[in-house]
């Protein structure tokens, strides 16, 4: 197997006319975030791999989030030795893992409120039929405090609502004075049955073994900052057939917030000194939030770049799928249906239209490409696998 160049990142090869030119993409410019669509057996999935082993051969830092847990197992047989060590195997399904993460741990302060409302909108995707205005705002107030504690976390939010010594200990580590008021001023007006919604509910997810397991009962709790830092490489099995839906996307969507949070963590270390990190989501739209692609511009000053893949527009929220074409550097078609190429016809034209789209075979792409921080005209090519992309 070749052992790419540090700078580039192959993928695949060129199809105008008969020319076969190798092409990827710098390491600078993936931190302006990637997009992949197409349907089931276009290629995606391979087209990751490409890059994720590219990544390990190289010694970079990655992530990779699988909600059907293929793809993660394929990459953690295949890397090789030299690099074991550096694997974090976050394989949840697993019931002997140790390992446990914690979205409330050491988040920096300038940040608390935007890392509050990725939480919160994880929960109220969970549960969207019952989510309310009383229900957010006691859940912001009870998150941004706990948020400002030394030590805390998910099972911390009952407490803070229903321990009053807690309460009062934790309103003493709290920075803002809106958050203090709220406590001091508001929350003694509620009654217990204004609680019943955030208790129910916080409490039927804490019950859950696997939740209780990953972010509260298990030993190991795994530093994303120091995986960021040293390079490691993060695998984590959401299968969705093995956890249920639900369980699958509220513990991966609080996972990509951690990794935010880690990300913004990095204030403290120089611009030049933050060492790139790429994160990769498979069927992404079971973990993204709207307050998590509103983050990708920072994301990009903390060196961390998210490569986004999944099969049609129709399973983005409107907001969110605006937000990510608008963010994004490089956007990726593999073969989508009509609906679709409506859509990534405009934003190819006038190189390629729906038909284009419609009919591409598997492994062909239409791209527009990040080069040094600028999108390229949309162009057409094949994705090559890491063994034969020199041929």
């Known amino acids: 197997m070749q052992n790419p160049s540090n700078n580039i ?4 090869k060129t199809t105008w006319r008969s020319d076969r030119k190798r092409f990827g993409i710098k390491q600078e410019d993936r931190l302006m975030h990637t997009y992949m669509i197409g349907k089931t057996g276009t290629g995606k999935s391979t087209c990751l791999e490409t890059k994720i082993l590219q990544d390990i051969h190289a010694g970079r830092g990655c992530a990779l989030l699988d909600p059907h847990g293929d793809l993660v197992e394929k990459i953690e047989k295949s890397i090789p030795s030299w690099r074991r060590e550096d694997l974090i195997y976050f394989n949840i399904p697993d019931s002997k893992l140790n390992l446990k993460y914690n979205p409330f741990k050491k988040v920096s302060y300038e940040k ?3 890392v509050a409302s990725g939480i919160l909108e994880v929960f109220s995707k969970l549960w969207d039929r019952a989510w309310g205005v009383k229900l957010e705002h006691i859940l912001r107030h009870a998150i941004l405090t706990l948020l400002d504690q030394p030590k805390a976390n998910v099972a911390d939010i009952p407490e803070i609502l229903l321990n009053k010594s807690f309460r009062n ?3 003493q580590n709290v920075k803002s004075d809106l958050v203090r008021k709220f406590w001091k001023r508001e929350f003694p007006e509620y009654h217990k049955y204004d609680l019943l919604p955030v208790m129910n509910k916080i409490g039927g997810m ?24 040293e390079k490691k490489i993060v695998l984590v099995n959401l299968s969705k057939g093995h956890l249920g839906a639900d369980v699958a996307k509220i513990l991966g969507a609080l996972f990509i917030t951690s990794i935010a949070s880690a990300a913004f963590s990095r204030v403290d270390t120089p611009e030049e000194s933050r060492i790139p990190f790429i994160v990769y989501m498979d069927e992404f739209h079971n973990f993204t939030t709207l307050s998590l692609v509103n983050m990708f511009s920072e994301l990009r000053k903390f060196k961390v770049g998210m490569v986004l893949a999944h099969q049609y527009l129709h399973q983005l929220d409107e907001k969110i799928k605006r937000a990510i074409l608008g963010n994004i550097g490089t956007i990726i078609s593999f073969r989508i249906g009509t609906e679709d190429a409506m859509y990534m016809s405009k934003e190819m034209y006038p190189e390629f239209d729906v038909e284009d789209f419609i009919n591409l075979p598997n492994y062909k792409i239409y791209l527009k490409l990040m080069i040094d921080g600028r999108p390229s005209r949309p162009f057409s090519g094949i994705t090559t696998k890491l063994d034969n992309q020199k041929r």
């Not at 009962?217 to 830092?229: G, P, Q, V």
């Open 112 to 114: 608390r409120s935007l």
């Open 169 to 171: 200990e934790a309103i």
């Open 206 to 229: 804490l019950v859950h073994p696997v939740i209780r397991r990953v972010l509260i009962e298990n030993n190991e709790e795994i530093s994303l900052r120091k995986a960021m830092d």
């Open 9 to 12: 990142t192959y993928f695949g």
